[in-house]
């Protein structure tokens, strides 16, 4: 605080900014990334840069993705002659596809991510197809339970089988207000994703994911209800009797049962549909 109000500087609520202040949390959230030396590494959100400096210690290529001009101002300042750092300013949600198209997929991807936009980039990259090795990020605690949530629990979601369908998902600590600065009105929690060898596991990924966000489409639906519907929609089959006879068959040459829910199957039978 003494360093933002000596420079004119403060936290801007629209930015979703918190200052990770608890030391032992930040190594330990770094260590969970299993550097290698010359590891690429992007960083979401490096504020003034606490995690950046224990990353680049580790001998790490760091890419930082900040949105704050007056970070970037000070981050500039504090790494310029760190030859393993380099800036990416502005929005993440806009700037991360052209930074893979002009540098490549990175080994790793960290951060403490603004709640606003976890989900969103998340769920972008791995539609998109872009998975790193290791991704460790720190999210709002509600966001965390979703993409680790198992089938049958009012967590899971098609979020929740995107995650788990690209990469293993392994929540690592929850850390309460007191951890940041300034103090957030919501308990985070870290999550580490290891990217999966067997991917995409399936023909079509495309048809993978148009189907998981029809049958999540109404979730109180059956599958049978939502299946028909997305048959209708995609031009499979004609609403009414043709998509219904050709959900069954499918249904049955799958092996499940008509009256389920999306949230009641696994993702292997996301798959196994697709």
Known sequence: KAFLDARGMAMQKKFGQNFMVNRASRQRLVDALDLAPDSRVWEIGPGLGAMTDEILKRGAKLSAFEIDRGFCAVLGEIFEDRPNFSLIPGDVLKNWLPAVERL????????????????AIIGDMISDGIRFNTVV???????????AAKPGTEDYSSFSVLCQWAYKVTPLMDLAGGCFWPRPNVTSKAIKMTKKDDWPSCQSPAIFMSI????????RKTIKNNLSAWIAV???APAGAEADALTRDILGRAGLDPSLRAEDLELANFLQLA
């Open 104 to 119: 490549g997929v990175p080994d790793c991807l960290f951060g403490n991510l603004p709640y606003n936009i976890a989900a």
């Open 137 to 147: 990020i720190t999210v709002q605690k509600e966001v965390a339970l979703r993409m």
């Open 212 to 219: 998981l966000r029809g049958l999540f489409s109404s979730r």
């Open 234 to 236: 995609s031009g499979r």
